[in-house]
Nanobody, 115 residues
Framework: QVHLVESGGGLVQPGGSLRLSCGAS????????MGWYRQAPGKQRELVAA???????SYVDDVKGRFTISRDNANNTEYLQMNSLKPEDTAVYCC?????????WGQGTQVTVAS
C-alpha cells in the first residue's frame, strides 16, 4: 500500500519561495509519472506540475517559470520548488500520480502567500 506524505508548506510573503517535498512509503516514483496538485478554497483541485518517469516536465501556465518539479527515485521523493510566489498560489498542495489514484491522496501541505 502506498502512502504519500507532503511537507514544506507554510506562510510566505509575496515574492518568496518554498520547497515542497513528497515522500512515498512504496515504490511509486520510478514507475509512474508524478504530479503536484493544488486546491484553493472554493476551487477544484488542479494539476500544476508533472514529471514523467524519464524526467520530462510540464506546468500550467500560471506557474511556468516560477515552479520547478523534480524527483529522486532512489529516495522515493519528489519536490516542488516554488519561487516568486503570489497570493493566488495559496492552496493545499498534494502529490499523486498524473492519473491520480484516490487511495494515494495524503493530507497535503498548506501554502499561504500573504503580506
Amino acid at each position: 500500500q502506498v502512502h504519500l506524505v507532503e511537507s514544506g508548506g507554510g506562510l510566505v510573503q509575496p515574492g518568496g519561495s518554498l520547497r515542497l517535498s513528497c515522500g512515498a512509503s512504496g515504490r511509486i516514483f520510478s514507475i509512474n509519472h508524478m504530479g503536484w496538485y493544488r486546491q484553493a478554497p472554493g476551487k477544484q483541485r488542479e494539476l500544476v506540475a508533472a514529471i514523467t518517469t524519464g524526467g520530462s516536465t510540464s506546468y500550467v501556465d500560471d506557474v511556468k517559470g516560477r515552479f520547478t518539479i523534480s524527483r529522486d527515485n532512489a529516495n522515493n521523493t519528489e519536490y516542488l520548488q516554488m519561487n516568486s510566489l503570489k497570493p493566488e498560489d495559496t492552496a493545499v498542495y498534494c502529490c499523486n500520480t498524473v492519473s491520480p489514484v484516490a487511495d494515494y491522496w495524503g493530507q497535503g501541505t498548506q501554502v499561504t502567500v500573504a503580506s
